[in-house]
């Protein structure tokens, strides 16, 4: 039997066997160059191993068994697509070019800002987790939607996660229909076709000195990534001067087309070409804001697409600081900036659909409390410049641009990660009902100024954006409101509660918020309690004590402290006793639905039943109007035989009479 194999370099795309239908599904994904085992039993592939972060696995050459009946083994080296979530940053290949870049080159990135950014270590993608993340997104709302509300990743988590920067000026600029000339005077390289700003992936590796990214039989990781930096080094100009820039916008085209703002397909885009033409310019831009804006874009996209373009790495490592409690995160770096070096993925060998459901299920019971709104409290900003530069854009709605892509950051709906209450505020909505989800304004096929197109936006942005301020003392009535807006959508696991109005998650949120009123009641009431005694140990006799006004007033204070304490207890106890009955409910309302749709089943079979005996006892009456009619028919051929003969009964009588009378 032949078989054929065919893969792009660095991605496998296809595997065709004649007679055979093989679909490869990979659990896990790697960047290029890794290589994967896979085994292929009857007409389906199956990986043998599941690689995972500093795993080299030797390289295999391609093989056949003889017969279609015994077991089919083909061992391959590829580059893993992920069955849920495919990665193609190219990690590993943009880390070994940076590696070989002259030291006046690193030095130039680092005064652009993008130092930090490419010092980072590859993290292995959690793909579970981040699959989940993405079926929570709410594209007119631009947010995850949790049982305790709404959640997104905001500038200050872009900043202190990837170490770009947020602030300066906005990434966009005039969109063309094509990009030949621009790419060709800068780049010295074509485009995939005229009316394109697509550029073949691996003929820009191969103009940085990459001409073969796979790994090679035996090579471990270490070696392949000596290999390929000293590849590069050969290739690369040792000294300042026009090509030297070439090989510096030819680099940045790369970080920028497949990690910051990476897409779903092999090319890298050239779009930010024009921005690169001025070197000396390109560190006064916002590239973490077009970072997030381009990763929101990526998210609005159909839940029915699994492929997540853009740097979600930013969504792995912020999920881990903001919902510890998942146990995805494995410490590796402790104390390391930007923040993505301090954590790893904990590995899980239960299939993907398994852990989506799992996932599921831990977010939909997550206690409330356990959400950490205010994680970077306590983190020294002394070694990270770039976060201070940003905090004038940190806690304040802002529309987020990346060339055609413009979005909004509705920080007002996670005031709570600025330490205030969340005010019921008005949510998103769709304005057209045939725009796009999750994208306010499109790119259209002509020559288009998007500094002219969104001006208002553009605006906004100089302006730093509006700041978000809330007089709410409670969250009461936004989880009221949110509640009554998401209902049961906020459920995605397997043992989602029966709670279409929403009820149980508005009480989970008006108990959480009671306890918190509590717990900042009896602070108050400790802080009086002392603030009373030391007001009493000041004093020297009773007498005159009683007299003291001071202490009259903390006496009263601390009455009405224990007061509203005592209140807040109650209803704490009242909220968690309704919550109980609530969930109660639904179980007893499924019990009591099975038993009425039982006894209707019941009563539906014995109505079948009589209908059946109807239906024959109806058909009898038929069956015997038939017989009859069968009957009369018979009765009327007898009758017409019967009068045939004795017409030739007369006949013969006549032919004998003539015979006796001759």
Not at 28 to 50: C, H, M, Q, W, Y
Not at 241 to 270: E, H, M, N, W, Y
Not at 325 to 335: H, Q
Request: glycine residues 8%; negative net charge; proline residues 4%.
């Amino acid at each position: 039997m032949s078989t054929v194999a065919t893969w792009v370099e660095g991605d496998i795309d296809l595997v065709a066997f004649t007679g055979f239908r093989a679909i490869a599904t990979p659990y896990a994904s790697r960047s290029e160059g890794d290589n994967l085992i896979v085994a292929f039993t009857g007409k389906k592939a199956t990986p043998l191993v599941s690689p995972s972060e500093g795993d080299d696995i030797p390289v295999a050459t391609l093989t056949e068994s003889c017969s279609i009946d015994s077991l089919l083994i083909l061992v391959f080296s590829v580059t893993i697509l992920q069955s849920e979530l495919r990665s193609r940053l190219g990690w590993s290949v943009v880390r070994a070019i940076y590696q070989g870049l002259p030291d006046f080159q690193r030095t130039r990135l680092e005064e652009i800002g993008f130092g930090p950014f490419l010092r980072l270590d590859e993290l292995t993608p959690d793909v579970v987790l981040i699959q989940a993340l993405k079926e929570r997104w709410d594209p007119e709302c631009q947010a995850f939607l949790f049982p305790w509300g709404h959640m997104i990743p905001t500038l200050e988590d872009v900043a202190r996660i990837t170490g770009l920067r947020v602030d300066g000026q906005a990434v966009t600029r005039v969109i063309y229909t094509g990009y030949q000339e621009i790419v060709g005077r800068l780049l010295g390289l074509e485009v995939t076709r005229e009316r394109s700003s697509l550029v073949p992936r691996t003929r820009l590796q191969v103009s940085l000195g990459v001409a073969d990214a796979r790994h090679q039989t035996g090579e471990g990781q270490t070696e392949y990534m000596a290999r390929l930096t000293a590849d590069a080094r050969a290739a690369l100009a040792e000294e300042e001067g026009a090509a030297a820039d070439r090989d510096l916008r030819r680099f940045l085209i790369l970080v920028i087309g497949k990690l910051i703002l990476g897409t779903r397909g092999d090319p890298v885009s050239c779009r930010c070409l024009p921005l690169l033409e001025d070197l000396t310019q390109v560190g006064g831009y916002a590239w973490g804001a077009a970072l997030l804006a381009h990763l929101f874009d990526s998210l609005g996209t159909s839940s029915r697409e699994t492929d997540v373009a853009g740097f979600f790495p930013l969504l792995q490592v912020w999920a881990y600081y903001h919902l510890p409690s998942m146990g995805r995160r494995v410490a590796r770096r402790r104390g390391a900036v930007p923040l993505l070096q301090r954590w790893r993925f904990c590995r899980d060998e239960r299939s993907l659909r398994r852990q989506v459901t799992l996932i599921h299920d831990a977010l939909d019971t997550v206690p409330f409390g356990h959400v950490q709104w205010t994680p970077y409290v306590g983190e020294s900003d002394a070694a990270q410049p770039w976060v201070e530069r940003g905090r004038p854009y940190f806690g304040r709605d802002i529309w987020l641009h990346c060339f055609n892509t413009v979005v909004p950051l509705h920080h007002r709906l996670v005031a709570r990660t600025l330490g205030l209450h969340q005010a019921a505020v008005e949510f998103s909505s769709r304005q057209r009902a045939w725009e796009r989800p999750g994208r306010s304004f499109r790119g259209i096929q002509q020559v288009t100024d998007w500094t002219v197109w969104v001006r208002e936006q553009l605006d906004d942005w100089e302006r730093r954006g509006t700041e978000v301020v809330s007089e709410a003392t409670s969250d009461e009535d936004y989880f009221r409101a949110y509640a009554w807006k998401y209902g049961a959508q906020v459920y995605k696991g397997s043992r989602r509660p029966l709670d279409p109005e929403g009820r149980i998650t508005s009480l989970e949120g008006i108990l959480h918020s009671t306890i918190q009123q509590r717990d900042d009641l009896q602070a108050v009431v400790d802080q009086l309690r002392a603030e009373l005694d030391g007001a009493r140990q000041m004093v020297g006799d009773a007498s005159s004590s009683r007299e003291d006004p001071g202490r009259s007033v903390l006496e009263g204070q601390l009455a009405a402290a224990e007061q509203e304490l005592r209140t807040a207890l109650a209803r704490t106890t009242t909220l968690e006793t309704e919550m109980a009955e609530l969930r109660l409910r639904p179980e007893a309302a499924e019990v009591a639905r099975w038993r009425q749709e039982a006894e209707a089943a019941a009563r539906w079979q014995q109505e079948a039943a009589e209908a059946t005996r109807w239906r024959q006892e109806a058909e009898e009456p038929a069956r015997l109007r038939a017989e009859a009619g069968d009957l009369r028919t018979q009765l009327g051929e007898e009758r017409h035989h019967s009068d045939m003969l004795r017409s030739e009964m007369r006949g013969l009588e006549r032919a004998l009479a003539l015979v006796e009378r001759s």
